[in-house]
């Protein structure tokens, strides 16, 4: 299945990445290309919204957690966003939950890596 990734600009130094298929070994170029793109432009803050992505392998998860390093080492943040079950599930046996923040559907709290980051951007912490 093809990968389509559309780029929405939220602010002057922030996007969110709506990826549209699987993540995988075979469609991975379109992720990578808009988040090398997103690091080029000098993005700070972006999101990686899950909402329409059936399937995250570990190649997927690879190049989110290589950006993720990337932004870090340049103050900025790397945020997943509307994560299924599988994806989840991944993060969770890999112990990246605790690396990366991930912003949980409706009803479900922030991972402990988003609450930290959360606090540690608040003014006067």
């Known amino acids: 299945m093809i990968l389509r990734v559309?780029?929405?600009?939220t602010g002057p130094h922030a996007i969110v990445i709506r990826p549209e298929g699987d993540i995988d070994y075979s469609?991975?170029?379109p992720l990578r290309e808009a988040l090398m793109d997103a690091r080029v432009a000098g993005v700070r803050e972006?999101?990686?919204d899950f909402a329409d992505v059936g399937f995250l392998d570990s190649q997927g998860l690879a190049v989110?957690?290589?950006?993720h390093r990337r932004l870090r080492?340049?103050?900025g943040r790397l945020i997943l966003r509307n994560l299924n079950d599988m994806a989840r599930r991944l993060l969770h046996v890999t112990n990246l939950t605790m690396v990366l923040d991930v912003e949980g559907g409706v009803g479900e709290p922030p991972t402990a890596a988003a609450v930290s980051a959360r606090r540690s951007a608040a003014p006067g912490a």
């Open 6 to 9: 559309r780029v929405e600009v």
């Open 27 to 29: 469609s991975l170029d």
């Open 46 to 48: 972006i999101v990686i």
């Open 64 to 67: 989110i957690l290589y950006a």
């Open 73 to 75: 080492t340049t103050g």
